[in-house]
């Protein structure tokens, strides 16, 4: 099989934003030897200084800084070494308990980031046409005239507050209080369109939507299944992890339409035709249920629902998946047999599975495998499901969603009031701060707002179809830019059509370059997570302190620190930070943890203290490689990072919890069952468990969420002390902000949020139980009766397309006239939309063309050679320019793009502006793959469809 590409063309550096070949970027570098990395293609911007042979003779000393990578979700520990007040080092931390001097290429470049010349250096704004510096004061002022304006014209829903995975927790709580405090719920991150999907389909099920296990507890598993995840290229050092597992005997299985580097190391490669995860799992199952290979007693005791699965699964008979998902039926037995005998296996999942218009099914049923084959709630098994950004995790948790509140809380009046009182302010107050209207029937506070996949669809629908006001009329995109949304002839569209453009970022992004606009386009520089301090969530849910390394650069501040002064400006700062000491316009970072600590009950986001985070960042060296559980020094008995739920109040000293669900352990050691989250019955069936759960629970069986009612009823009540019972009283184990109902319920062995089963039926969902839809651009037309998709919908404040777009596609033939199915995926060299890591040259000389993989026959047929320029053409219209891998990592009738390029819009190249007298435009541009990508959407989380869609490919 061909599996790396052949030799590039070189006639394809001349041609318009298609970049340069090695050869010629490192002729213009002037770099002759020794690669990129050579000191003399840097010129004499700021990164010059930051080279260590320019301090070499200083007698400066070298001042050693913890600080934790800021691209994936690992978390991988670094020593920054800083000199005169310049990082000049880097070194992986060998005694970090999760990367263990592992680094990958983005991580091992990673102090770039403090001193790039690319980066926005002092404010600025687009007028007539051209870019202009402002100072901080002028620009905050001007930006808050147009708040203000916008608001009293259109209310405060005519805004749209993008937020970033790349913010700390803090700095997440922050933004999402920020919105709260001008009244709207139109805020969102990057997990709309990662893991929305991931969160709702697994919350749904077991309780929460989270990684269960964690990297290093794959080391025990026994089986390992991959399905649309590529670790090797998306979290190279949890290959590491991976591998470790392997070597130990774990069997590895990759699903994927695609050979990747990951199926690179498997036992067993899965072709699977896109969009078919759902009749794949139901494939395993049939041979689970007909062979007697499913654990009938954990079943019995900790499931509700799997008969109805059984029934569903009928359908899914070994013909019928291999009509579905081109898998063989011996290949499908034989991996079904392989999960069945090495046990206990877990599951990884990405967004390969989640971004999809079934993307919340599709996740529900990765999860109902592993409860019938009993891999839940044990070491080496779980769902062990890989976030992408750094803190991804974090702010979901934190609630930077357009449809919650921290702590996962939702929106109803009750979740108000709780944060109100967390934030010590009026309800009333807060509630006069939101439209009071009521539009579509619903009120905007109590409504979800407007999902970051559609804010361009805010901007253009019709308003009268809007469950708001009006129009969205401005946005700030804050660390998060827009080449990672579908449908990018609309976006760019949004963004010429609002009244301003507001982008927070170190870097200009494609929010300030994509659009068409001459005036009213606002860049404010933001300093990065290596020049302020925080915590940071892992996608194991461990917690951890980044240390400031460096001064901001240039004029950039604090993401938080800019937040505060908008809030000044706007009149609201007393109330936002009435809890928080603030110096020289930077509210305290401890001060916002201990915030967030006294409000998130529900997941157990309220024992990690500042202290304790900064203690475990000290300590890395005594926590396990195996088992991230310290067995000795300051946090003896403690798991590293205190992975939430770590309950109760700091003084409680909850160790944290490595894997949830695990009813081998006493709840003070980590232990837990499933959520009681969905009542006690179900059409007058019991759905608690029938088993004891965690272990010393002393009530022996399942039971409900813990109230102030049931402590009373339990005769626990009077174990409270009495200041606990002046909070406690009307309140249960969520509300509670004393604690003391979970630390009593802790005191008895039992689980604050109950012991139920998990359940396979989400009767409130559109789909009871998962069922295979064909994806809106489906190249098999002849499965579409049989295998249709939803009916158009309103989810949420905007209409939604299904069964319309479908039957369009079959009336306007567009799946013969675009007949190549079209997915995309990440690469180990850059990251999310990659303007950070295209502008890093160390990691801008490794990849320099934006590509699609294509199969030679399919490559043969349209008479392309490898290494041709081609035009990728999209249903929708847009016609990208990029160049062709001819490779058999794709099959025929299927080809692949990556998703981290920008800066060439359907072939014209854009133009960024100068700061400082540098431009700001990356090293390496490309067209968007999501330009191409089509219109599709889940029902439940608005997840946005970047994994199944048609192309045709043509050579230019």
Same mark, same amino acid.
């Given at each position: 099989m061909k599996l790396e590409r052949q030799s590039k063309v070189v006639a394809t550096e001349k041609k318009a934003?298609?970049?340069?070949?090695?050869?010629?970027?490192? #002729?213009?570098?002037?770099?002759?030897?020794?690669?990129?990395?050579?000191?003399?293609?840097?010129?004499?911007?700021?990164?010059?200084?930051?080279?260590?042979?320019?301090?070499?003779?200083?007698?400066?000393?070298?001042?050693? #800084?913890?600080?934790? $990578?800021?691209? $994936?979700?690992?978390?991988?520990?670094?020593?920054?070494?800083?000199?005169?007040?310049?990082?000049?080092?880097?070194?992986?931390?060998?005694?970090?308990?999760?990367?263990?001097?592992?680094?990958?290429?983005?991580?091992?470049?990673?102090?770039?980031?403090? +001193?790039?010349?690319?980066?926005?250096?002092?404010?600025?704004? =687009?007028?007539?046409?051209?870019?202009?510096?402002?100072?901080?004061?002028?620009?905050?002022?001007?930006?808050?005239?147009?708040?203000?304006?916008?608001?009293?014209?259109?209310?405060?829903?005519?805004?749209?507050?993008?937020?970033?995975?790349?913010?700390?927790?803090?700095? $997440?709580y922050m933004y999402r209080k920020f919105a709260a405090m001008w009244g709207t719920n139109n805020i969102d991150h990057s997990a709309r369109i990662c893991h929305s999907t991931t969160v709702a389909g697994v919350a749904n099920t077991w309780g929460y939507g989270a990684m269960t296990n964690s990297y290093n507890d794959m080391h025990n598993c026994k089986s390992m299944l991959f399905i649309g995840s590529n670790p090797a290229e998306a979290h190279p050092v949890?290959?590491? +992890?991976?591998?470790?597992?392997?070597?130990?005997?774990?069997?590895?299985?990759?699903?994927?339409?695609?050979?990747?580097?990951?199926?690179?190391?498997?036992?067993?490669?899965?072709?699977?035709?896109? !969009?078919?995860?759902?009749?794949?799992?139901?494939?395993?199952?049939?041979?689970?249920?007909?062979?007697?290979?499913?654990?009938?007693?954990?079943?019995?005791?900790?499931?509700?629902?799997?008969?109805?699965?059984?029934?569903?699964?009928?359908?899914?008979?070994?013909?019928?998946?291999?009509?579905?998902?081109?898998?063989?039926?011996?290949?499908?037995?034989?991996?079904?047999?392989?999960?069945?005998?090495?046990?206990?296996?877990?599951?990884?999942?990405?967004?390969?599975?989640?971004?999809?218009?079934?993307?919340?099914?599709?996740?529900?049923?990765? $999860?109902?495998?592993?409860?019938?084959?009993?891999?839940?709630?044990?070491?080496? !098994?779980?769902?062990?499901?890989?976030?992408?950004?750094?803190?991804?995790?974090?702010?979901?948790?934190i609630g930077l969603l357009f449809d919650t509140l921290p702590g996962y809380y939702g929106l109803k009046t009750g979740s108000w009031k709780h944060w109100c009182n967390v934030w010590d302010l009026d309800y009333d107050w807060v509630k006069s701060r939101f439209d009071q209207g009521t539009y579509?029937?619903?009120?905007?506070?109590?409504?979800?707002?407007?999902?970051?996949?559609?804010?361009?669809?805010?901007?253009?629908?019709?308003?009268?179809?809007?469950?708001?006001?009006?129009?969205?009329?401005?946005?700030?995109?804050?660390?998060?830019?827009?080449?990672?949304?579908?449908?990018?002839?609309?976006?760019?569209?949004?963004?010429?059509?609002?009244?301003?453009?507001?982008?927070?970022?170190?870097?200009?992004?494609?929010?300030?370059?994509?659009?068409?606009?001459?005036?009213?386009?606002?860049?404010l520089p933001a300093a990065t997570q290596f020049e302020t301090y925080g915590s940071v969530t892992a996608s194991n849910r461990s917690i951890q302190w980044r240390s400031q390394v460096i001064e901001p650069a240039f004029e950039a501040k604090p993401d938080h620190e800019i937040m505060y002064l908008l809030a000044k400006k706007l009149g609201f700062a007393e109330q936002y930070t009435k809890r928080m000491k603030v110096t020289n316009n930077q509210p305290d970072v401890d001060d916002m943890v201990r915030e967030w600590n006294r409000g998130m009950w529900t997941i157990g986001m309220t024992g990690q203290s500042p202290e304790r985070i900064r203690q475990h960042q000290e300590n890395w060296h005594t926590f396990s490689w195996e088992d991230l559980a310290a067995p000795g020094g300051p946090a003896k008995g403690e798991t590293y990072g205190l992975p939430w739920p770590c309950w109760g109040t700091a003084e409680v000293k909850h160790p944290g919890s490595h894997i949830l669900y695990d009813t081998s352990k006493h709840i003070m050691e980590g232990g837990g069952n499933f959520r009681a989250r969905f009542g006690v019955e179900h059409n007058g069936v019991n759905i608690l468990a029938e088993d004891p759960g965690s272990k010393g629970n002393e009530i022996g069986d399942g039971h409900p969420e813990f109230t102030a009612d049931m402590l009373k009823q339990l005769g626990w009540w009077d174990e409270l002390t009495a200041e606990e019972k002046k909070y406690a009283e009307g309140k249960n184990w969520k509300t509670d902000i004393s604690?003391?109902?979970?630390?009593?319920?802790?005191?008895?062995?039992?689980?604050?949020?109950?012991?139920?089963?998990?359940?396979?039926?989400?009767? *409130?969902?559109?789909?009871?139980?998962?069922?295979?839809?064909?994806?809106?651009? *489906?190249?098999?037309?002849?499965?579409?009766?049989?295998?249709?998709?939803?009916?158009?919908?309103?989810?949420?404040? =905007?209409?939604? =397309?299904?069964?319309?777009?479908?039957?369009?596609?079959?009336?306007?033939?567009?799946?013969?006239?675009?007949?190549?199915?079209? *997915?995309?995926?990440?690469?180990?060299?850059?990251?999310?939309?990659?303007?950070?890591?295209?502008?890093?040259?160390?990691?801008?000389?490794?990849?320099?063309?934006?590509?699609?993989?294509?199969?030679?026959?399919?490559?043969?047929?349209?008479?392309?050679?490898?290494?041709?320029?081609?035009?990728?053409?999209?249903?929708?219209?847009?016609? =990208?320019?990029?160049?062709?891998?001819? *490779?058999e990592r794709v099959t025929a009738g299927e080809c692949f793009m990556p998703y981290h390029f920008a800066g060439v819009f359907e072939g014209e190249e854009l133009q960024y502006p100068e700061s400082g007298g540098v431009s700001t435009k990356p090293y390496v541009v490309g067209e968007s793959a999501n330009t191409a990508m089509t219109y599709g959407y889940d029902p439940v989380t608005q997840m946005q469809e970047t994994k199944a869609s048609l192309c045709q490919i043509v050579k230019a």
């Open positions: 934003g298609m970049g340069l070949n090695r050869r010629q970027f490192l #002729k213009n570098a002037g770099v002759t030897t020794g690669g990129i990395a050579a000191a003399s293609m840097l010129g004499a911007g700021m990164i010059r200084k930051a080279e260590a042979s320019q301090v070499a003779d200083s007698n400066a000393p070298i001042e050693v #800084k913890k600080t934790i $990578c800021s691209h $994936c979700s690992v978390g991988c520990g670094i020593y920054a070494e800083v000199q005169n007040g310049v990082w000049v080092g880097q070194e992986p931390a060998f005694d970090h308990p999760i990367n263990r001097g592992g680094h990958c290429a983005k991580g091992a470049s990673i102090r770039h980031h403090g +001193h790039s010349e690319k980066r926005v250096k002092y404010p600025m704004k =687009l007028e007539g046409g051209k870019w202009k510096k402002l100072s901080w004061d002028t620009a905050i002022n001007e930006i808050g005239d147009l708040m203000l304006k916008i608001r009293e014209e259109s209310g405060p829903d005519a805004l749209f507050f993008m937020g970033s995975a790349k913010f700390s927790n803090e700095q $997440c949890a290959m590491q +992890h991976i591998l470790t597992g392997k070597e130990r005997g774990a069997k590895m299985i990759v699903v994927d339409p695609r050979f990747t580097r990951t199926a690179a190391h498997a036992d067993e490669y899965v072709h699977i035709r896109p !969009g078919t995860d759902i009749p794949f799992i139901y494939g395993l199952l049939w041979h689970i249920f007909e062979n007697g290979w499913e654990d009938p007693d954990f079943i019995k005791r900790r499931v509700y629902g799997m008969e109805m699965i059984r029934e569903e699964v009928k359908k899914y008979h070994p013909a019928e998946v291999e009509d579905l998902t081109s898998v063989p039926a011996e290949q499908m037995r034989r991996v079904a047999k392989t999960l069945a005998e090495h046990r206990p296996g877990t599951i990884v999942w990405c967004m390969g599975g989640t971004q999809h218009t079934v993307g919340n099914a599709n996740t529900r049923a990765y $999860c109902i495998l592993q409860l019938a084959l009993g891999n839940m709630g044990t070491s080496g !098994g779980g769902a062990n499901i890989f976030r992408g950004h750094d803190n991804v995790q974090g702010a979901t948790d579509l029937g619903k009120t905007p506070m109590n409504t979800p707002g407007i999902p970051c996949s559609r804010w361009h669809d805010g901007v253009m629908e019709d308003p009268k179809k809007l469950g708001q006001k009006d129009n969205v009329r401005m946005a700030f995109f804050w660390g998060q830019s827009v080449n990672t949304e579908t449908r990018g002839r609309e976006v760019r569209e949004a963004l010429n059509k609002m009244d301003a453009v507001v982008v927070v970022d170190p870097y200009p992004t494609m929010a300030g370059v994509m659009h068409q606009r001459k005036d009213n386009v606002y860049l604690g003391g109902i979970q630390r009593v319920a802790m005191k008895h062995g039992c689980i604050p949020y109950g012991n139920a089963k998990a359940r396979v039926r989400v009767w *409130t969902f559109p789909d009871e139980i998962p069922v295979h839809r064909e994806p809106l651009y *489906t190249p098999r037309r002849d499965l579409i009766a049989k295998y249709p998709t939803y009916d158009d919908r309103q989810v949420h404040r =905007l209409p939604t =397309l299904y069964k319309s777009i479908q039957d369009k596609v079959i009336s306007e033939n567009l799946d013969k006239r675009f007949p190549l199915a079209v *997915t995309t995926g990440r690469l180990v060299e850059y990251e999310g939309g990659g303007e950070e890591t295209r502008s890093n040259p160390w990691l801008a000389e490794l990849q320099q063309e934006m590509f699609v993989e294509i199969h030679p026959a399919d490559a043969a047929d349209r008479g392309i050679l490898d290494g041709d320029t081609v035009k990728l053409q999209s249903p929708e219209g847009a016609v =990208l320019t990029l160049q062709a891998m001819v *490779t």
